[in-house]
């Protein structure tokens, strides 16, 4: 089992930036790849970025490419989800999740509880 817990969530101007975290516990951590999914009201989970178990491979939607960065470090457990230039079109509850490196979302074991973004207008 792998036990993740997002934090770093809140309120911000569009514009603003935002630095999401999200710690695991468990299992060996670098055995896996870790993503990140977002949930708007109304609307399906929906795909953010994912990163490599080594941290060597990312990947971005189209629709925060350039804006959203991932990153880990798998000697504090953690990976981080920083975001900048946010748009209220962001606004959702974002998760990570511990799984294979992948867009897909049936190929994550684990999920956190997720952390709300609002990003106002």
């Known amino acids: 089992q792998v036990q993740l817990v997002e934090s770093g969530g809140g309120l911000v101007q569009a514009g603003g930036s935002l630095r999401l975290s999200c710690v695991a516990s468990?299992?060996?951590?670098?055995?896996?790849?870790m993503g990140w999914f977002r949930q708007a009201p109304g609307k399906e989970r929906e795909f953010v970025c994912s990163i490599s178990q080594s941290g060597g491979l990312t990947y971005y939607a189209d629709s925060v490419k350039g804006r959203f960065t991932i990153s880990r470090d798998n000697a504090k457990n953690t990976v981080y989800l920083q975001m900048n230039s946010l748009k209220p079109e962001d606004t959702a509850v974002y998760y990570c999740?511990?799984?294979?490196?992948?867009?897909?979302?049936?190929?994550?074991?684990?999920w956190g509880q997720g952390t709300q973004v609002t990003v106002s207008s």
């Open positions: 999740a511990a799984g294979s490196y992948s867009i897909t979302y049936a190929n994550y074991d684990y």
């Open positions: 468990g299992r060996t951590f670098s055995w896996y790849g």
